[in-house]
C-alpha cells in the first residue's frame, strides 16, 4: 500500500503531482468493492504534500445483541452498529538531503456508535415499547513523526511513531469506553535493503509500548518488460493478535511505465475464522483499521498517475565542478575554454541531445547555451560550459551563483543546479602572457587616439616610416612615465592602457600592455616576448615590426644583434625590434636593453629552442 | 496517458459504488435473552396482582393460579398470598360487540379447596374499553383465597414457597379434582439507580437472589397518587440473578408529576395440561418494590 500506514514520514520520489486511487474487493458472503482510497502528492522542490480520501479504511461491526422486544406483530432483536473510519490524512515532508527525509502526518478518524434501545410509550389505551436508535460519536485526529536514512544505494532505515499525539473530541460514553480504537503509543522501525536494483527486501516492526506488536518481512523482485518494469513481491506478516504466528501473506506485483504504475494486490489470511464475539472487541480491542482481528482476504487495485505537468526528465546532473575563476577581461578566452564541466547521466531508455546552458549573474544577460552533447541511455559524460562575458566592468571579485542547466527538446530544463564562482575584477589576469592581448584590445579607443594625437605633433615626413613612429611614440610615452614594480603589489593585476598613462606608470605587463596598444592600434604589429623564469619573477616586454626587410637594415642600424628577423604571413623576411618597455630613459635605451635581453635569454641560452622564452604575436 | 487516465476514471466509477461490509458479532454478556414486552392496559387486578401478570383470558378450561407476594413500599414489608381458579365453559365464550374476544362465561362447582382451605365465590367481572370508556361484564364466579383469611382461619401462616399447594375441586361423584401445585422459591429483589442521567448512561440495576436456572419477569409499572398501579413493561431473563435496564427506557414515562415506579420481580411455575387435561396451572413468587426516583 502506498499511504499512511507504512509511510509516516511521507517519504516520496514524486517529481510533481501524483494521482493515486486504490480499489479494494472483498467476498465475504457476497462479492464487494470499493474505493479504497484516493490521494494526490505534490512536490514543491524539497517539500512534499500529500492528501488522502480514504472512504475505504473502515471497519463496522453489526452486533445483533440477544435483547429482544415484543412488537405488535413480531419479535425484533436491538443491535448496535459500531463504524470505524479514517475519513482522511495528510501529511507534509522534507526532504533534507537525497538520503535525509523528515515528514509530519496528521489522520482523522471516526467513530459512530449506533445502538438501538427499547423505549416506552403508553396511553389510555395502549402501551408499546419500541425501538429508538441513539448515535454517538467519538473522532479523533492522530498526529506522527517519521524519518528516513537512505544510507547508501544498499541500505535505507525508517522510523516513525504510533499514535504520537493523540486529539480527541470529549466523549465519556459507555460506547466509547468500551468500543474505542485502540490508540497506544509505540514506534515502527522498518529497513530496506536493494541489491541490483532487482531485488529488494524490507523488515518491519511495529512495537506499542503496551500490548501492540507487529512485525513484517517480504522480497520483491523487478525486472523489465515491454518498455516498463515489473515488480512482483510478496509480504509476510505477523500480528499478535491474530493466529496462527505468521497471520497474513501479503503478495502484489506492479507494472511501472511513462510515469504510472498499475499494481494488483491482497492480503490473505491463513484464518479467517476468528472469534467474532463483542468480548474479544472490547478485551482486545482494534489498532489498526487496515489489519486487525476481523479483517478478511481482500485484493486490492492500484492506479498511481504522475501527472506530468512537469515533463518527463531525460538526464540530470550528478555534479558540477567549476574548472576556472571568471577574468572578465579575459572574456573570449571562455568561447574556447570551458569554465565549469558538468558530469551528467542519460536516466532514460533512449539516445537524448543535451543542450547545456548556463548564466552568472552579474557577467551574462542572458543564458549563454554551450554545445548540444548527445548521451547514449545509461551513459553518464562530461559536459562543458561555456560563456561570453557581457559585463567587464566588474570593480571588485566576488562570488556570484553560477545557474547551470541541461536542455533537452522541451522549453524546461531537465535540469537545474546552481554553484559559486569566483568573479575577478575588470584587472585580474591568469598570469598566461597570451591573455594581456585583452587587455591590449580593449583599449583601442583609447591608445588610437593617444598615438595620433602625438604623432601630429611631429611633421609628416617625420613619421612617413614605421620606425620612426616607432621611436617618437616610444620617446613620448617613455619620458611621461616611470616604471614601477608592481604598484598594485600583485603580478596577477593589469593596467588597462590609458591606466597606465593616466598613473604615469606600471610594471612590466602594464608598459608592455600600454605600448603594444599605442602601435597596434595605429597598425604597427607587435609582439610579446614572455621570459619564464620558473624560480623567480616571469618578465615581459615586446618585438615591434618595423615593416624593413633585412637589406634595410642599414636604413636602422649596423648591429644585426639589435634586431629579430621574422616572416609575415606571405613569408618574407621582415626586421622586427626587441623594445625593454621598462626603460623609460628613451628609445635607443630601450631598445638596447631589449636586444642585449633578448640575445641573451632567447638565442645565448636557447630560451627560443626550451621554451623558456616564447613570443606571442598580438592579432 | 490519456488511456490510463480514462481507465483510472472509469475505475473509479464502477468500483467505487460498495461500502465497506460490516462484520456481525455476537454479544456475549452474563445477560443473555432480554426480553422486553409492554403490558396491555387495564390488566393489573388491583386486589392481589399488581403485576398484570396473569392473563385471565387463558384460553383453558382450568385456570389455578397460586402467588406469593411480597410488597416493600420503601421501608414497609408485608407479605401475602393470593389463590384462585377460574373453571370456563368454553362452550359460552363472550365477544364485545364488534366480536372481540373476551372470554368465557365460567362454570360453578361445588367447593374449591387450597391446602384444604375452602375458597370463597366471588364474582368474576372483566373490565374492559370500549373507545375512551371502561366497561365491566360480569363472566361468572372465580374462587379466591388469600394468605390473610388462611390466618385468620388459623391454616398457613406464611405462603408455601419451595413447597405445594394441595388443590382439590369437589363438583359431584367422579368429577373431583386433586392435585398439588408446586411452588417456587421466593424471589427477592433488589432496585438500584446507577450512572449518569445527562450522560445518557443511567441504568437501573436489577439484583435478585439468583436460581440459577429458569426464567425470570421482571414488570415496570406506573403508580398513581391514588395508589393505582399500571403496570407498562414486562422484562424477562435468565434466573441469572442480575439484569441492567436503561433509565431511558422510560424517558415517556418519568416526568416531574410522576416520579415513582413499581419494578415487580416474578419467579413462576407454569404447568399446562400436566394435572387435568385443557388447564393452566402456574405457582408464582411476586416481590413488588416501589421506589420513588430523584
Request: proline share 3%.
Amino acid at each position: 500500500m502506498n499511504g499512511l500506514e507504512g509511510n509516516i514520514s511521507n517519504f516520496s520520489n514524486t517529481k510533481d503531482f501524483e494521482l493515486m486511487a486504490s480499489f479494494s474487493f472483498q467476498n465475504e458472503n457476497r462479492f464487494n468493492s470499493n474505493l479504497y482510497s484516493l490521494s494526490i502528492s505534490k512536490a514543491f522542490g524539497n517539500h512534499n504534500f500529500y492528501f488522502r480520501y480514504s472512504p475505504g479504511i473502515a471497519q463496522n461491526f453489526i452486533i445483533k445483541r440477544s435483547t429482544t422486544i415484543q412488537l405488535p406483530d413480531t419479535v425484533a432483536n436491538l443491535k448496535t452498529e459500531i463504524n470505524y473510519s479514517e475519513k482522511f490524512g495528510t501529511s507534509y515532508s522534507y526532504k533534507f538531503s537525497s538520503g535525509v527525509n523528515l515528514g509530519l502526518s496528521l489522520r482523522y478518524f471516526e467513530q459512530t456508535f449506533r445502538e438501538e434501545s427499547p423505549i416506552l410509550f403508553y396511553t389510555d389505551s395502549v402501551n408499546y415499547i419500541s425501538i429508538k436508535e441513539e448515535e454517538l460519536s467519538d473522532n479523533f485526529w492522530r498526529g506522527d513523526l517519521g524519518f528516513d536514512f537512505i544510507l547508501n544505494d544498499i541500505l535505507s532505515i525508517s522510523l516513525s511513531t504510533i499514535n504520537l499525539f493523540i486529539s480527541k473530541e470529549d466523549n465519556s460514553s459507555e460506547a466509547s469506553r468500551l468500543y474505542s480504537l485502540k490508540t497506544e503509543k509505540g514506534i515502527h522501525a522498518s529497513f530496506q535493503l536493494k541489491s541490483n536494483n532487482k531485488f529488494m527486501t524490507k523488515f518491519g516492526y511495529e512495537y506499542g509500548f503496551d500490548k501492540y506488536k507487529a512485525f513484517y518481512a517480504g522480497l520483491n523482485y523487478s525486472f523489465n518488460l515491454a518498455g516498463g518494469i515489473i515488480t512482483a513481491g510478496t509480504l509476510l506478516a505477523h500480528d499478535r493478535f491474530r493466529q496462527p504466528y505468521i497471520s497474513s501473506v501479503i503478495p502484489s506485483i506492479s507494472f511501472t511505465k511513462d510515469g504510472y504504475t498499475i499494481s494488483a494486490g491482497g492480503i490473505i489470511y491463513a484464518l479467517n475464522n476468528t472469534s467474532k464475539t463483542t468480548e474479544s472487541l472490547v478485551n482486545d480491542g482494534i489498532y489498526s483499521l487496515f489489519n486487525n482481528p476481523y479483517s478478511t482476504d481482500r485484493a486490492f487495485v492500484n492506479f498511481n498517475l504522475a501527472l506530468s505537468f512537469k515533463s518527463k526528465q531525460f538526464v540530470k546532473f550528478i555534479d558540477v565542478s567549476i574548472d576556472s575563476d571568471v577574468y572578465p577581461t579575459l572574456s573570449e578566452i571562455y568561447l574556447n575554454k570551458p569554465f565549469a564541466t558538468g558530469r551528467v547521466v542519460n536516466i532514460s531508455n533512449e539516445i537524448v541531445e543535451v543542450r547545456p546552458a548556463s548564466f552568472i549573474n552579474g557577467i551574462n544577460n542572458e543564458l549563454i547555451y554551450s554545445p548540444v552533447v548527445k548521451i547514449l541511455p545509461g551513459d553518464t559524460v562530461d559536459v562543458s560550459f561555456f560563456t561570453t562575458i557581457s559585463n567587464i566592468e566588474v570593480d571588485k571579485r566576488k562570488i556570484e551563483q553560477a545557474d547551470f542547466y541541461l536542455y533537452t527538446d522541451k522549453s524546461e530544463p531537465d535540469d537545474y543546479i546552481q554553484k559559486p564562482v569566483l568573479i575577478h575584477d575588470k584587472n585580474s589576469w591568469d598570469g598566461n602572457v597570451f591573455n594581456l592581448i585583452y587587455f591590449v584590445r580593449k583599449d583601442f579607443e583609447f591608445t588610437n587616439k593617444y598615438s595620433r594625437e602625438i604623432l601630429n605633433k611631429y611633421p609628416r615626413e617625420s613619421t612617413a616610416d614605421v620606425f620612426r613612429k616607432i621611436k617618437i611614440l616610444y620617446d613620448e610615452f617613455s619620458h611621461s612615465l616611470e616604471y614601477v614594480s608592481d604598484p598594485r603589489s600583485s603580478t596577477e593585476s593589469v593596467q588597462f592602457p590609458h591606466e597606465t598613462i593616466e598613473l604615469k606608470g606600471g610594471d612590466c605587463d602594464d608598459l608592455s600592455v600600454c605600448f603594444s596598444s599605442m602601435l597596434e592600434s595605429i597598425g604597427i604589429q607587435t609582439a610579446f616576448v614572455d621570459y619564464k623564469n620558473l624560480g623567480g619573477v616571469s618578465h615581459v616586454n615586446l618585438l615591434v615590426n618595423t615593416e624593413l626587410t633585412p637589406s634595410e637594415l642599414f636604413k636602422i642600424t649596423n648591429n644585426d644583434n639589435k634586431v629579430v628577423v621574422r616572416k609575415n604571413e606571405k613569408g618574407i623576411d621582415q626586421i622586427w625590434l626587441p623594445i625593454e618597455t621598462t626603460v623609460l630613459s628613451g628609445f635607443k635605451d630601450a631598445w638596447t636593453a631589449g636586444a642585449d635581453k633578448f640575445n641573451s635569454e632567447a638565442i645565448e641560452k636557447l630560451g627560443l629552442s626550451k621554451g623558456t622564452v616564447i613570443i606571442i604575436d598580438i592579432y | 496517458m490519456k488511456n490510463i487516465t480514462l481507465t483510472l476514471l472509469i475505475s473509479i466509477l464502477l468500483f467505487s459504488c460498495g461500502e465497506p461490509l460490516p462484520t456481525e458479532l455476537i454479544e456475549v454478556t452474563n445477560t443473555s435473552e432480554v426480553e422486553f414486552e409492554a403490558v396491555p392496559p387495564g390488566s393489573a387486578n388491583l386486589d392481589y396482582d399488581s403485576t398484570g401478570i396473569v392473563d385471565r383470558n387463558i384460553d383453558k378450561s382450568i385456570v389455578v393460579s397460586v402467588v406469593g407476594v411480597r410488597n416493600t413500599n420503601f421501608r414497609t414489608v408485608q407479605t401475602e398470598g393470593y389463590y384462585y381458579a377460574i373453571f370456563n365453559d368454553k362452550s359460552n365464550p363472550v365477544q364485545t360487540a364488534n366480536g372481540h374476544m373476551l372470554g368465557y362465561k365460567t362454570l360453578q362447582m361445588n367447593s374449591v379447596f387450597f391446602n384444604n382451605f375452602q375458597a370463597r365465590k366471588i364474582d368474576y367481572k372483566l373490565k374492559y374499553k370500549i373507545g375512551s370508556v371502561y366497561l365491566d361484564t360480569l363472566l361468572g364466579v372465580k374462587y379466591f383465597a388469600s394468605q390473610r383469611m388462611m390466618n385468620m382461619m388459623g391454616r398457613m401462616n406464611n405462603f408455601p414457597y419451595a413447597g405445594r399447594v394441595n388443590f382439590r375441586v369437589v363438583s359431584g361423584p367422579g368429577r373431583n379434582i386433586e392435585f398439588d401445585i408446586p411452588t417456587p422459591s421466593e424471589i427477592i429483589g433488589r432496585v438500584r439507580l446507577i450512572g449518569n442521567r445527562n450522560a445518557s448512561d443511567e441504568y437501573f440495576d436489577l439484583e435478585w437472589n439468583s436460581e440459577g436456572r429458569g426464567r425470570v419477569e421482571i414488570v415496570f409499572a406506573t403508580i398513581n397518587q391514588n395508589g393505582e398501579v399500571n403496570p407498562l413493561m414486562k422484562v424477562k431473563g435468565n434466573d441469572n440473578g442480575n439484569m441492567k435496564v436503561p433509565f431511558k427506557v422510560f424517558k415517556n414515562i418519568i416526568d416531574k408529576d410522576n416520579r415513582s415506579l413499581v419494578v415487580s420481580f416474578a419467579r413462576k411455575i407454569e404447568n399446562t395440561d400436566k394435572f387435568t387435561d385443557d388447564s393452566y396451572i402456574v405457582s408464582e413468587s411476586i416481590h413488588n418494590i416501589r421506589i420513588d426516583l430523584p
